[in-house]
Each structure stands twice: as structure tokens, then as C-alpha cells.
């Protein structure tokens, strides 16, 4: 027992004096109990996965004006993901069905060129077919019907933006009423109280702010998925463009033969 009392007192100096020559070779640095408290929360909330944090913010925040922002949010990513598929499955390889339409064109004519168009997905085959189906009136009446027929197909990308664009204005609009009502509600304990106490002040703030929180997170949200939608199809319109004008190019050829 002597012995693993000298061992343990041993290895206790030799660790303090290991301890004391690095103190030594390292600046001591001192502590306030501000920067232990901000390492506290940052450690808390580094150990905490991001959808529990904000799960746990949503049940904070109360269920009246939380459950809105959460259908706001739910029911614009509905229409977002709609749309994204939609102009996903709209994209086709548009150089190589421009030179099929021309090659069928050339070789078959147009009642070849009409099937092969009938039978391709997407806005460019749709206006390609809308042109060609009126090559008996003339090339006038292919243009009017590339350039009518084009903005009928951008209707139909476009589609649903308008309700993503009123859940991103509805979303922040419900999260302040919700940070307003939650004001006057702690505005009301006080006088209910006759005193300020910083509990009451601080818990009422604390439920109206996470209102407006969580309505920017979801106009945030929103607003990624409503621009990345819109470069979508300005590519596609962009492209609905050129290929018409290929298109009237391509039948002023085939009608000079």
C-alpha cells in the first residue's frame, strides 16, 4: 500500500510539473465569465443537429402563428419541387432535335417531320409542331403561330410562380403580426403584474421574435428555389426563341425547292 502511494505521488509531480512548464511556456490568457458563457452556448449549439434546433425554436415559438409560416413553407416547396420537375422533364437536347426535324424535313416532309415532333416531350417540340402543322398558310401564318404558341408554352413554365412569390411576401408578413401579438401579450403580463420583471419581459420577447424568425428562414427558403426556377426558364425561353427562328428559317429553305 506504501508503495502505490509513493507511485501515485510520484506520477501526481510528474504530471504538476509537466502542467506548470507548459503554463509556463504559454501566455496566460485571461477569461471573462462573457466569453465562458458565449463558449458554453457555441459548444451547445455545435452538438445539436440543425432540424432539431429549429424544431425545438418552432415549438418555443407557439403553434398559432408558427403553424402558417409552416404551411407557407410546406406548401411553396410543394410548387417549387412541381416546377423543377416539370422544366427538368421540359429540357431536351436541342441541337440534335433541330437537325432531326431538318434532316426528316428534307427527306420525308412535313407530315414526317409533324410525327416526329408529335412524338417528342417539351415547349420546343410543341411549337415546332404548331408551325409546321400551318405550312399550308403560308410562312405568315407559321410565324404567328411559332410567336402566339411560344408565349402560350411560357404561360405553362411559368405556372404556379405566382403563389411561390405571394408564400415568400406571406411568410415574414405572418411571422411580424405574430412578433406584434406577441408584444402586446407581453405588454399585458406586465400591466397584469404591476411590476417588470425580466423574466416576463425577456420569455414574451423571446416566443414574438422566433415568430419572425422562422418566417424569414421559410421567405429565405422560398426565395433560393423561386430564382433558381426562374434562370430555368429563361434558358428554356431563351431557347423556345432561337429554335423558332430556325424553325422559319428552315421552311423559307424547304419552300424555295
Given amino acids: 500500500m ?26 496566460v490568457q485571461d477569461v471573462t465569465v462573457e466569453q465562458v458563457v458565449e463558449a458554453e452556448a457555441a459548444e451547445e449549439l455545435a452538438g445539436e443537429p440543425m432540424h432539431f434546433a429549429l ?29 423543377i420537375l416539370y422544366l427538368t422533364f421540359a429540357q431536351i437536347n436541342t441541337k440534335k432535335f433541330v437537325g432531326e426535324v431538318e434532316k426528316v424535313l428534307n427527306e420525308q416532309g412535313v407530315e414526317a417531320a409533324l410525327e416526329l415532333c408529335r412524338n417528342t416531350r417539351g415547349p420546343i417540340a410543341s411549337i415546332y409542331y404548331q408551325g409546321l402543322l400551318r405550312y399550308d398558310q403560308g410562312l405568315e401564318a407559321v410565324e404567328k403561330a411559332v410567336v402566339s404558341y411560344g408565349s402560350v408554352q411560357q404561360g405553362h413554365l411559368e405556372s404556379g410562380l405566382s403563389w411561390i412569390s405571394l408564400f415568400i411576401a406571406l411568410s415574414p408578413s405572418l ?28 420569455g414574451g420577447i423571446k416566443v414574438a421574435l422566433l415568430t419572425t424568425l422562422m418566417g424569414l428562414i421559410a421567405a429565405v427558403i422560398l426565395q433560393i428555389f ?29 419552300n424555295k425547292r
Avoid at 418552432?58 to 398559432?64: A, Y
Avoid at 405588454?187 to 397584469?192: E, H, L, N, T, V
Avoid at 433558381?228 to 424547304?254: F, H, P, Q
Fill in 2 to 27: 506504501k508503495k502505490l502511494f509513493l507511485v501515485l505521488a510520484a506520477a501526481t509531480l510528474s504530471f504538476g510539473a509537466a502542467y506548470a512548464q507548459d503554463a509556463n511556456e504559454a501566455p
Fill in 55 to 83: 424544431m425545438k425554436k418552432f415549438l418555443e415559438g407557439g403553434w398559432e402563428w408558427m403553424l402558417p409560416v409552416l404551411v407557407c413553407l410546406v406548401l411553396g416547396l410543394a410548387i417549387a419541387i412541381e416546377r
Fill in 175 to 202: 411571422g411580424f403580426m405574430g412578433t406584434v401579438v406577441g408584444m402586446i401579450q407581453a405588454f399585458d403580463d406586465i400591466q397584469a403584474q404591476a411590476t417588470i420583471s425580466p423574466a416576463v419581459v425577456a
Fill in 226 to 254: 423561386f430564382n433558381y426556377i426562374l434562370s430555368k426558364i429563361e434558358g428554356l425561353v431563351v431557347k423556345m426563341e432561337d429554335t423558332s427562328i430556325t424553325l422559319v428559317d428552315m421552311l423559307t429553305a424547304y
